[in-house]
């Protein structure tokens, strides 16, 4: 099992502020992938990041795959009340062995 | 057919109890996955099946046993389970590939009493 720390583990903000999440490892991943989770809910895939130094955007959220391929961020603009959720990223090394990271749970406040 | 099915929902079994968990998907994928999420914690990868074989066990004790009788359906049989192994049991589905964008079901709910 390949660890995938994310921060910060916690974050409470108001509706309308931007944030980032960060994704760090020290190995190297085939592709990262962002998902959110929401109580009582399996994960739901948001976006694959696959090329060094890859941005994707999906409407306020951007998610950065890093040019070494060992880490990724997501920011979101203008958050959302209903971007309220478990954000978790999962890396593949190798065919379909996915490990979740430590997960980034995130409070948006109205 | 984007879903993956799971029942049941929610399950409570005794420590002498035999049951099993189920999943189904019909995306046409070839690797399954059993995933297990305790409160508060991320989903923690049990096993995987690619093309029906068993192709990854991450050292799960062996009251838990998995089992996929054909490219679409997952099992993982319980039996004697422990108070500790109460948890959130995702199924997940995907193609084989280096990168898997997997597909997960609502989970199994199962507490152990």
């Known amino acids: 099992t390949q660890l995938l720390e994310q921060s910060p583990q916690f974050l409470s903000i108001q509706e309308g502020e931007n944030l980032t999440v960060y994704c760090n490892s020290s190995s190297v991943f085939s592709s990262l992938q962002w998902y959110r989770q929401e109580p009582g809910e399996g994960p739901v895939l948001l976006v694959t990041?696959?090329?060094?130094?890859e941005v994707k955007k999906l409407k306020r959220l951007t998610f950065q795959f890093g040019d070494a391929r060992k880490d990724s961020s997501l920011h979101i603009t203008a958050a959302q009340t209903g971007d309220t959720g478990l954000y978790l990223c999962a890396g593949n090394q190798g065919a379909n062995n996915l490990f979740f990271g430590t997960g980034t749970r995130l409070t948006v406040i109205p | 057919d984007t879903e993956v099915t799971q029942t049941p929902k929610h399950l409570v079994m005794g420590m002498t109890n035999k049951k099993s968990l189920k999943c189904e998907q019909h995306?046409?994928?070839?690797?399954m996955y059993w995933y297990k999420q305790k409160a508060k914690k991320p989903p923690e990868l049990m096993f995987v099946?690619?093309?029906?074989?068993?192709?990854i066990n991450e050292s799960v004790p062996s009251r838990f046993s998995p089992e996929c009788p054909n490219s679409s359906l997952l099992n993982l049989h319980l039996h004697a389970l422990q108070p500790e192994d109460s948890a959130l049991y995702l199924c997940?589905?995907?193609?084989?590939?280096?990168?898997?964008?997997?597909?997960f079901g609502q989970g199994t709910r199962l507490t152990v009493v």
């Open positions: 997940a589905s995907s193609q084989v590939t280096l990168n898997t964008e997997a597909f």
């Open positions: 995306m046409g994928h070839r690797a």
């Open positions: 099946y690619s093309y029906e074989k068993l192709s």
């Open positions: 990041v696959v090329t060094g130094g």
